[in-house]
């Protein structure tokens, strides 16, 4: 019999998310905000991350230092960060701390002081931030990339901000925003490990339920009428080229989702996968290489990333549009399609063991689509996937007009020559 997360719907919408696993001492505690990236236009672009930064400077009850002592003081540890579509505050603490992670992480969430002299420290952190990530060439490229994906889009833009938006934040434009978004019905309370559920839901009522409802926020869907393939070069004196090669995936939700999860681990998850092993180990042109995939609410990604020697850039990209193509075309083997099946299941059932992954997972989903799969729920689903399916999802994303190529470095063969390869075989 699988066993189903415990959850409790307030009055006012907010969600909260339990699982109780039996001999963990540790305890991973998330409040989830609906709001990230896609909810900014280009003038506030960057709010929900600089809002994520100050509130951790101070609420109405902990100080910026006792926050930080009070969790780290009993072996904890606080973080947060903001994507496109979530902000999360989280703790991993002592499981006989809950209160105590609860009451700071809530107060920080409802009550954060957003005091005018930390708002103008905190833009030169952020600005630092941003210069940080410029100099970072292999996390830059995949800024270029989302570039290409989402032009003019919300999700086409960094969850981070510019230069520009940054510095443009005013106090009164945080707090309008804190307060159009932080709302209950925006809000998971999400923990796993060492739990006592009913404390968990009886501290969450206390300090939420006097909030009001609103509506839950919304943002515009994205367009992807791409017609043509596209390429951004970013020249940089780099000792190798950075690549980020992606196409349009799919939503969070989409019933082929495990599909291309297993497509995903048999070109580029692992020291298995047909892309390292013709690049890398054949070949030797590169040290990293791999795929990854990234989902939303209504659209996604399928990305490949690579350092690449200056000269062979061109060879590198036609051998991997050679495998693209092939998985396209050829049924995956038996005995490969089972290996990354195993793979699959293998590292996820690993992760949740974690109690922060196991919250995580479990706080994504509930934010996102509001439903939660069991590992027992999803290990059915991956089962019934066969190689026809992974060949079908190929098909569908692998489209060469749907080719988009971002490269940083001082690139040593000449824009046309990449453009000539940019096709599948």
């Not at 791409?226 to 070069?233: E, H, Y």
């Not at 019933?255 to 996968?273: K, P």
């Amino acid at each position: 019999m699988i066993k189903k997360y415990q959850k409790t719907v307030l009055d006012n919408g907010l969600k909260i998310i339990g699982h109780n696993m039996p001999g963990r001492q540790s305890l991973s505690l998330g409040i989830w905000i609906k709001v990230g990236g896609r909810y900014e236009s280009g003038n506030n672009k960057g709010m929900s991350h600089f809002l994520e930064h100050l509130l951790f400077k101070g609420s109405k009850h902990y100080s910026c230092r006792k926050i930080k002592e009070s969790i780290e003081g009993v072996g904890g540890s606080l973080n947060g960060f903001t994507s496109e579509e979530f902000t999360c505050y989280l703790v991993k603490i002592p499981g006989r701390y809950l209160e105590l992670a609860l009451s700071i992480l809530s107060d920080m969430v409802i009550k954060p002081d957003l005091a005018s002299c930390e708002i103008e420290k905190e833009k030169t952190v952020v600005l630092e931030e941003i210069k940080m990530y410029r100099d970072l060439p292999q996390s830059f490229v995949n800024e270029l990339l989302d570039g290409l994906l989402w032009p003019g889009q919300p999700l086409g833009a960094p969850v981070i901000g510019t230069v520009d938006s940054v510095n443009n934040i005013r106090r009164e434009e945080l707090v309008l925003f804190k307060e159009s978004h932080y709302t209950p019905s925006n809000i998971v309370v999400c923990a796993a490990g060492m739990l006592d559920y009913d404390k968990l839901a009886r501290g969450t009522n206390k300090l939420y339920s006097g909030i009001k409802r609103k509506s839950p926020n919304m943002f515009s869907g994205v367009s992807e009428d791409q017609l043509a393939c596209g390429l951004q070069v970013f020249a940089k004196d780099t000792e190798q080229t950075h690549m980020a090669l992606g196409f349009h995936g799919l939503r969070r939700d989409h019933s082929m989702r495990h599909a291309l999860g297993i497509m995903h681990i048999i070109l580029g998850a692992n020291m298995s996968s047909r892309l390292f092993n013709e690049l890398r180990e054949k070949r030797g042109l590169t040290y990293e290489i791999g795929t990854h995939i990234r989902y939303f609410h209504d659209t996604g990604s399928f990305n490949v990333h690579a350092g690449i020697d200056n000269g062979k850039v061109a060879d590198a990209l036609t051998l991997i549009l050679k495998e693209l193509s092939k998985i396209k075309s050829t049924l995956v083997k038996e005995d490969e399609f089972r290996r990354a099946k195993e793979f699959y299941v293998g590292q996820l059932t690993l992760s949740l063991e974690d109690t922060l992954d196991h919250m995580l997972w479990i706080g994504e989903s509930a934010s996102a689509i509001d439903k939660t799969y069991s590992l027992e729920q999803v290990v059915s689903q991956i089962k019934q996937v066969g190689p026809e399916d992974v060949r079908m999802v190929a098909r569908d994303i692998f489209k060469e007009n749907k080719l988009n190529l971002a490269l940083i470095g001082p690139l040593k063969e000449k824009e046309d020559t990449i453009k000539e390869r940019l096709h599948f075989n």
